[in-house]
């Protein structure tokens, strides 16, 4: 009888051994994967700003003649600019999807973020979580604009979050990373 | 029977200590990935202003005309008398802030704070200190006189950096004429 104990006690605290090892590993692993989205988001998140910042800087290089920023909208804007120095004005031009665009994408919300430059290409773009794009245009007194020959400064936010929300340990909601990042630009060329 | 339990027990007890620091471990890593968004959040926030008060005038007596000696500057670092005041936080949820038209220059924004709240956090509060400084040194201390040289300091605060572990985050711009 003693033996039969003996035999049933260790077999429940090895099963108790074995749960919590698995939890532990579990929860590393959630860590893990947390830690890997996060940096992947703030990784696309500082990339796409240092090139919108670089774009934006150029509005209206080298265009001496006719507008520089031909459309301002509040996720669009489109501008002329020598983008490539080489003699020719260019037209560059950043627009946002629809969520519908990546409706086949874990996250509902994430969009495409095109930049185009003299209309190509049209629709290349890769998919790096974008959820919201929000231009500003202030004039040279602070205040707020949407009439593009008034543009002194340019403010843009971007947010990113990740494209494979997960769910994690002892949480009902989905768990989403990203980051959020805002800037003004002040192209010399508009001053 | 006796000695096989007491090993028992002193197994799983230190399984309990292992299981336990490793979720410690865990837990401080879920914490500083999270901080280490808000952190991103709350230096472009800092820089945000940082970029608005690069948008006006060095002094007040610039605006009018040139400024050729230190003594023509401002000799109170703030609003001048006469001029709208903003009553704070400075708040906007469209992104347009009193201080973008109603500030004029430089030292204007000493004093001055906002509360901004973003997709993803918030509110977070920026404050704004604008001081003369050396501009031989002008990481050192403010200056008792006035220079060529305005320092200044943006303070940014994020409900959800823990204050007690990391501080908040501190952004300094000079500004030179």
């Known amino acids: 009888m003693a033996y039969l104990l003996e035999l049933v006690g260790s077999t429940i605290i090895g099963g108790l051994v074995i749960l919590m090892i698995l939890q532990l590993n579990s929860s590393i692993l959630d860590s893990s994967t947390t830690l890997s989205m996060d940096k992947l988001s703030q990784t696309n998140l500082t990339s796409l700003v240092e090139e919108i910042e670089y774009d934006l800087r150029k509005i209206g290089f080298k265009a001496t003649t006719g507008a520089k920023i031909i459309t301002a909208g ?3 804007i489109s501008y002329r600019c020598d983008i490539d120095n080489n003699g020719t004005i260019d037209t560059v031009a950043y627009l946002m999807s629809d969520t519908t665009a ?3 994408t874990a996250n509902p919300r994430d969009r495409l973020l095109y930049r185009t430059v003299n209309g190509s290409p049209s629709n290349l773009t890769s998919n ?3 959820t919201n794009f929000r231009l500003w245009y202030y004039t040279s007194g602070g205040a707020l604009t949407t009439t593009a020959s ?6 843009f936010a971007l947010t990113i979050e990740g494209v494979y929300p997960f769910r994690r340990q002892f949480e009902d909601t ?13 192209p010399n060329n508009l001053r | 029977m006796e000695s096989n339990l007491l090993l028992t027990v002193g197994a799983m007890a230190l399984l309990a200590i292992f299981i336990l620091s490793t979720n410690r471990l865990l837990l401080n890593n879920n914490e500083i990935v999270s901080e280490s968004e808000y952190i991103v959040s709350t230096v472009s926030l800092g820089q945000t202003l940082i970029d608005e008060v690069k948008t006006k005038y060095f002094d ?14 401002s000799s109170t670092l703030g609003r001048e008398t006469g001029e709208t005041s903003i009553s704070f936080p400075d708040t906007s949820s469209i992104s347009n802030f009193l201080s973008n038209t109603l500030y004029d220059d430089v030292d204007d924004y000493n004093g001055y704070w906002r509360v901004v709240r973003t997709p993803r956090g918030g509110p977070d509060t920026i404050r704004a200190r604008v001081e003369y400084v050396d501009l031989t040194n002008p ?9 060529f040289g305005k320092r200044l300091t943006v303070r940014v605060k994020s409900p959800y950096i823990d204050s007690t572990k990391i501080p908040p985050v501190q952004l300094f711009y000079v500004f030179t004429y």
Do not use: D, H
């Open chain 1, 74 to 76: 509040t996720n669009t």
């Open chain 1, 102 to 104: 990546l409706s086949s």
């Open chain 1, 128 to 130: 790096l979580g974008v």
């Open chain 1, 150 to 155: 008034q543009v002194r400064s340019v403010k």
């Open chain 1, 174 to 186: 989905l768990y989403v990373s990203g980051a959020y990042i805002e800037r003004i630009i002040q």
């Open chain 2, 60 to 73: 007040e007596n610039a605006i009018t005309g040139n400024i050729t000696s230190t003594s023509q500057l």
């Open chain 2, 139 to 147: 990481g050192g201390a403010a200056s008792g006189v006035r220079t």
